[in-house]
C-alpha cells in the first residue's frame, strides 16, 4: 500500500503582492454643492473605487505576464526567497497543470538544496496533476523520500517510476532508489535479488553502494565488504568513494579476522583511476604507499605506477630517470616500464632512446603497452615528416593488433604514404583498406583516391563507379563532395559502367545508411516531445535537454525511437543559435550521412545557420571572400558563438587572438580596442574577416593552404608544403599530419557547400532560423502538451 502522504500543501490565501500608493498634487475639492460632512465620504469612495480598479488592472497585467515558464526559470537560474514566493503564489494560485509545473519547479530545487521536507511537499502537490512526467515526481519523490529516512515511501515512489509507457531517464536510477528503500525498510533480501537481476544495467558505483548496503542489511558482511570495496577502490572520487570507506572502517571493526582483504589487483586499480582522472599527486601517493604493502608483481606494478604518475604529473626527467634505472621480474610492469620510458625520451626529444625502449617492448609482442608506444613512435615521426621511419611502425599497429582502435588509421596512414610517394602497391593498399576497415571515416578518403587512379590510367568506368560509390555513401563528406565535383567531369560523365570494380565494390560491408528523417513522430516520440515541453514550461530546460538527449540515444534498444526529429526538438529548446547548433548536433552526430533530400530544410538549417548575416555578409563583401565560406569557418571555429573563449585565448565568433586583433584593430581604425570588443560580432566579423583575407593572399587564392594556417598557424604550412609533389589539393588536405587540422580544413570546405546548397539564391528572409522563432508547426500526434 502507498505510504499515506498530503496530496498538496495547505496554504494561506493568496496574499496582495504589493501595496498601491496613490499620491496627488492637486487635491482641490470640486465647485459642487453637497450636504456638510458627505465630501470625504463620497471623495474617499471615489478614490477606494480608483484604487480597487488599478488594483485589478496591475493584477490582471502581471497575470498574463507571469508564467510556470518564466517564473521557474528564473528561479532555477538565481534562487532568491523573492523568486520562490513568485513562484510559490502562482503554484497556489493556479489549481490546473500550470500550478503543478510550478510545484514541480519548486519541489526540484527545494531538493537540490536539501531541503527535503519542502521537496516532499511541493512534488506531492504536483504528481496528481502531471501524468505525463510521473516518473519525475516519483523520482525526485523517492530520492527526498530516502534522505528522510521514509524508506517504505522511497521503494514505493521508486517502483511508480518505471510506470510510464516509454523508457524513463530516471528507470535504472529508480531501481537502485527503489532497493536502498527496501533494504532500509526490512526487506534487503528483496533488494540484494532485484540488484543481482539487473546489476548489467545498474549505474555505477551507485548500483554497488546499493548492492553492499542491501548485504549489510540482509547480514551478509562479507558480501558487504566486497561491494564496499569495489566502489572505495574502482571508484577513488566522490561522495560514494567517502560513503564506502566510513563502511568498511566499521566492518573492518566488527568482522575482525573475518573481514576480507581488498585484492592486490583491486588495490592497484584505485592508483590507475586516479591517474585516469588526472589526479597525478594523489595517484603518485597512492602507488607509493602501496609498495610497501605489496609483493611480488604487483608491488612492480606499484613501483612502475610511481613513475608513471610522475611523468604525466610533468616531472619528466624525474620519471626518466627513475623508470630507466628501475628492475621489475613482471612482465607486464616492465612493458608499462618500458611504454612510459619511450613517451619519456619523446618529451625529451631523445629519438634514440625512445627507438631503444620501443625495440625493447617487442619481447612483449601482445602487450598493449607495446601497441601504445609504436601508435606514440609512429605519430612522432609523421610530424616530422619521416616516412620510412613511421610506415614500419604503422604497419606493426595494424598486423599485431588489428581490434585495437587505431589499426585502422594506422593502416591508412600506410595507405596513404604509398599513394602520395607514387608506389606501385598505393592501389593495392587502398582496395585492402577498403576491404578492411570499410566502417572507418577513411574509407571515404579510399574511395576516392581509387578513383583518381582509375583516372589517371584514363579508366573513366572505374573513376565513375567509386565516385559515384563515394557520393553514394558519404553525401556529405569531404570526399562525397569532391567525388559529385569530379562525376561532372565530361570522360566520367560519358564513361559506361565498370563490371569489374562493381564486382570488387559489391562485398564490402560499408554501414548501413540512416534512413531519411520521417515526417511525422511515432507515438512514443510525441509522448517525448510532449514531456521535454512540459519540462520547458515548467522553466527546467536543462531537464527538457536530457530528456530529448535520453531519447535519442535510445535507437536500438527496447521502445526505440527516431533520433532526428528529437534532435530536432533539442534544437528548438534553445534560445540562441550557437546553443541550437550545438544541441542538434550533440544529438544526431552522424548526420553527415543523409543526402540533403534526406531531411526537411529546417533541419539542415539549424544544423548550417547564418546568425549575424547582415555584417557577415558586408564584411565578407568588403574583403572579396565568399560569404558561405565565411560562415563555414565561424561554424567550424565558435560554432556561432558570439562570447566564445578557447583554450588558447581566440576570442569571439571567428576565433581571433588578442594581439592577432590589435594588429588588425589599428589598421581597420577601430578606437578603444580591448580585448572584450573581440566579443562583438561586427568587430569580430570586420577582423576575422580581415586576417582571413591576408592569408588567402599569401597563399595567391588557395583556400586549402589558407585555411590550414588559420588554424595551425602559416609557418607549418609552409613546411607542410615541401614534403610532397601534390596533384590536387585533396592531396595536400590528406596530407597534413595534425589530425586537428587536417580534419578543420575538410569541414570548412564541407561546410561552405552545404551552406551554398541549402542558401544560394534564396531570399534571406526565408533562410535563416531566428534565435528565437517560433516552434515549428508539429504532427497532430505532438501538438503543444497537456499535463
Known sequence: MKPARSSGRHLQPLVQPWSIIFTWNCCARWPITILRGWEGNILGDWYNEVARALACVALAAAALAQTPESLGRAYRESPTLARAKALDRFATAHKDANGALAHLTLGVVAFEQKRFPDAIQHLAAAQPRLPKLVDYTAYYLAAADAETQDYAAAAHEAALVRSVPLRSPFGIKSTVLQARGLAASGSAQEAVRMLREGYADLPQPDGDLALAMAYEGARDLPHAAQYYQRVYYEYPSGDAATRAAAALIVLRDGMGAAYPAPAPEAMLERGHKLLAQREYARAQAEFEALVPQLSGSERDQARVGVGAAQYLGGDVAGAYSRLRSLNVSDADADAERLYYVAECARKLNDEDQMMEAVKKLAKYSDSLWRYRALTAAANRFLVTNQPDKYVPLYKAVYENFADQPLAASSHWRVAWAAYIRRRHDARELLREHLQRYPGHPSASAALYFLGRLAEADADYAAAR?????LAAQFPNYYYGLLAR?????PQIVAAGNSDKTAKFLRPIEFPPRRPAV???PDAETALRIARARLLVSAGLPDLALAELRFGARGVGQAGGGQPYLLAMELARTAHTPHEQLHNIKSAAPDYLSLSLEDAPPAFWQMLFPLPYEKDLVRNAKQQNLD????????????EFDPQALSAKHAYGLTQVEPATGRALARTAGIKHFSNRSLFQPAINLKLGTT???GLL??????????LASYNAGKSRVNDWITWNQYQEPAEFVESIPFTETREYVE??????????QLYAGKAPASRTPGARRKRAAVPQTAKAPAA
Open 518 to 520: 520521417p515526417s511525422q
Open 691 to 693: 586576417y582571413l583575407r
Open 627 to 638: 560569404p558561405y565560406m565565411v560562415a563555414a569557418l565561424i561554424r567550424q571555429e565558435s
Open 697 to 706: 593572399d599569401q597563399w595567391n587564392g588557395k583556400w586549402e593552404e589558407a
Open 747 to 756: 569541414a570548412v570546405l564541407r561546410n561552405a557547400t552545404v551552406y551554398r
Open 465 to 469: 563507379a567509386f565516385d559515384t560509390r
Open 485 to 489: 565535383e569530379r562525376m561532372r567531369q
